[in-house]
Structure formats: C-alpha cells, structure tokens
Nanobody
Framework: QVRLVESGGGSVQDGGSLRLSCAAS??????MGWFRQAPGKEREGVAS???????AYADSVKGRFTISKDNAKNILYLQMSSLKPEDSATYYC??????????????????WGQGTQVTVSS
C-alpha cells in the first residue's frame, strides 16, 4: 500500500505559476503521474514519469508543465507555468503498483492521493 499526499494547490491569476508536490509513503521508483478533474468532466492524465525519468504530457499542457521526482525523498512534483483558467481542476497524484513506463491512463495506476485544488482566474 502506498499513501500519497498532495500539496501546493491554490488560486493564481491567468499566466501564473504553481508547483504541486506529492509525498509518498513508499518509494516512487515506479510509474508516477499527475491527473486532474474539473467539475462535470472526466479525470484526465496531465503528466507521467517513467522509472527512467522519461516523461509524457497531455497536449494541453506541453511546454507549460514539467513533472519531476526526487527518489531520495519520495516526492513527485508538477511545476505548472503559464497557467490558464482551463487548467482549473482538482489535481491528483497517482502511483502504479508495478510498471516502469509512463502512462496517461488512469487505469494504469493503483494508488491515488486525495487531490489538491488549483484555481486559475482570468
């Protein structure tokens, strides 16, 4: 069992930046990802990082978001820049039970955090 706790959400204006953190109870040298869900919408994969450190991003955030991890501290990060109102959502950290490749599919993850709210105002 892996416990994930997100932090760093908040309210920013259009064009602002935030950094989300996800502290894991166990090691994070496995597939890790960030997802988001806005009211009335399905959960979508935002970014994922493989064991090798290779990352994948949703087209909507490419060039603006960066996923990274600190294996020694068991922390996953999501640096978000040039934020837009449409980025507003609850952001979730996720960990796979196994698997080393990145994935933006929610079905490929077994453990989820409680979420942190990001609100971007215009």
């Amino acid at each position: 069992q892996v416990r994930l706790v997100e932090s760093g959400g908040g309210s920013v204006q259009d064009g602002g930046s935030l950094r989300l953190s996800c502290a894991a109870s166990g090691y994070i040298n496995r597939r890790m990802g960030w997802f988001r869900q806005a009211p009335g919408k399905e959960r979508e994969g935002v970014a994922s990082i493989a064991v090798t450190g290779t990352a994948a991003y949703a087209d909507s955030v490419k060039g603006r978001f960066t996923i990274s991890k600190d294996n020694a501290k068991n922390i996953l990060y999501l640096q978000m820049s040039s934020l837009k109102p449409e980025d507003s959502a609850t952001y979730y950290c996720a960990s796979a039970a196994s698997g080393s490749l990145y994935s933006l599919r929610a079905a490929d993850y077994s453990y989820w955090g409680q979420g942190t709210q990001v609100t971007v105002s215009s």
